[in-house]
């Protein structure tokens, strides 16, 4: 898998003054643009298309420095439709416009070299996993727009916990019929900026069910039918439920005969009276990268 990522950024490399097509990129990497979108993020930090506007723009910078290179050629070249679009995003990435790259004595210049992929040996963290086809069900719950937050308690998603009712509760528990029988986290719909820890996502805590309702003052989520892979751990809370989601990103995934599917990621976690000690998992929609 790292060989075809690295694949995929060669053709980035040679594409940056043209356009980068998807369905090239899916050949090369033998996965969904959408898969490709994700472990990008997941193992690089930034979203892909964060990586393809600051590649061109330092190339951008390295064609300004040479002697009778033109900003609006420049602009054109790297795919901006106007000198104005150009000299912001340049001013953003670096400080000063395009114009006043010349005068670099003035100015800190700035890179931004082609990333490459690598393994690197991790301590042995075990995964217990499981992987389990679902029907179409839905989950009824409370649901809130909540910042991106990859460590520690999101007082948010606190804050939407409490606020449940009494009466939800009720609701809750009476349209329970499916495994877990727990109430579950559902974070979807996440802004662009996921990967740099920016932006928002809906986030919803309700129960898995197949039941035509009634339901009453709860909000709806469809969730589409799909195989699950379901992470289970148990430790200090939230560090370790975290640190699975990275190790599910960094090392399951690349090594994986799977690619993520476009839905929902679920949690839940068992019990809060023991915070050292608390049983947790995760579910993230897949399949196999050969269907």
Do not use: C
């Not at 995003?89 to 800190?108: I, L, M, Y």
């Not at 928002?200 to 799909?226: C, F, Q, R, W």
């Amino acid at each position: 898998m790292l060989k075809r990522m690295n694949d995929a950024i060669d053709y980035i490399e040679n594409r940056l003054n043209e356009e980068i097509e998807p369905r090239e990129l899916e050949k090369i990497t033998g996965t969904s643009i959408y898969h490709f979108r994700r472990m990008f993020s997941y193992l690089s930090g930034m979203t892909l298309g964060t990586y393809i506007r600051n590649r061109r723009l330092s190339m951008a910078m390295a064609e300004l420095l040479r002697e009778n290179v033109s900003v609006t050629e420049t602009a054109f070249k790297y795919g901006y439709d106007s000198v104005d679009g150009f000299t912001r995003a340049f001013k953003e990435w670096v400080g000063f416009t395009p114009s006043e790259v010349k005068q670099h004595e003035s100015h800190k210049l700035q890179a931004f070299p082609k990333l490459s992929f690598q393994l690197t040996i991790q301590g042995g963290m075990k995964m217990e996993y499981k992987i389990v086809k679902k029907d179409a069900f839905k989950i009824a719950g409370v649901k809130k727009r909540v910042p991106i937050q990859f460590e520690g308690v999101n007082k948010e998603i606190e804050n939407l916990a409490a606020s449940i009712t009494e009466k939800q509760y009720e609701t809750m528990n009476g349209l329970k019929d499916m495994e877990p029988y727990q109430v579950m986290n559902a974070s979807y719909q996440f802004d662009e900026g996921r990967s740099e820890e920016k932006g928002y996502l809906e986030h919803m805590i309700g129960v898995p069910t197949t039941k035509e309702g009634p339901y009453d003052n709860l909000e709806l989520l469809e969730v589409a039918s799909n195989t699950w892979a379901i992470f289970s751990s148990k430790g200090r809370f939230p560090k370790v439920m975290q640190d699975t989601w990275a190790k599910i990103a960094s090392e399951w995934l690349p090594s994986s005969d799977y690619e993520l599917v476009d839905a929902p990621e679920l949690s839940y976690v068992e019990d809060y009276s023991n915070l050292e000690n608390v049983y947790s998992e995760i579910w993230i929609a897949v399949k196999k990268k050969s269907e």
